[in-house]
């Protein structure tokens, strides 16, 4: 995966969206997959011994897989993003499930879509930053090309 150009966090710090110059790409913070280690590290079941130890090893396992698991979409399957009454508004070419539009999180004891969740000024960066990169793979070349050339006689007339 190329590095992100831009990452925004959620204003809870629970979700990380990342744009790519390929994809984007939705993941749980770094600061809950830090909690979620050290919940486990300090949990006594998952030190004890025997079949209570196992289990509690297995079902944090399975977690830390889930968890770790992102949404991620090609840039080229998203056609625009912008902001609207402040959440990020996805069009897509090509919709999979999950999408972004499909998690919540939890801000102030409501679930909330996790795109209303991002601060206006960092939706509007991301909206920004992506209408940016499609503009540099299509659509800019036709504007380039339409201004008269200097060197053109029949420019001139």
Request: aromatic letters at 8%.
């Given at each position: 995966?190329s ?30 997959m ?52 402040g ?42 930053r ?28």
């Amino acid at each position: 995966m190329s590095e992100p150009m831009l990452t925004i966090t959620s204003r809870e710090n629970a979700v990380q969206l990342s744009l790519t110059s390929e994809q984007v790409r939705m993941t749980l913070s770094e600061a809950v997959m830090r909690e979620f280690h050290d919940e486990v590290r300090a949990d006594p079941d998952v030190k004890a011994p025997g079949l209570t130890g196992r289990f509690a090893r297995f079902v944090t396992g399975a977690v830390e897989k889930l968890i770790s698991s992102s949404i991620q979409y090609a840039v080229a399957d998203i056609e625009s993003v912008e902001v609207r009454d402040g959440a990020l508004v996805f069009t897509y070419v090509k919709r999979h499930r999950p999408s972004f539009e499909d998690i919540t999180i939890v801000m102030d004891g409501v679930n909330t879509p996790v795109l209303a969740a991002f601060a206006p000024s960092d939706a509007q960066a991301f909206a920004e930053r992506f209408a940016a990169l499609k503009g540099q793979s299509g659509g800019a070349f036709w504007s380039l090309h339409l201004a008269p050339s200097h060197d053109d006689p029949q420019s001139d007339k």
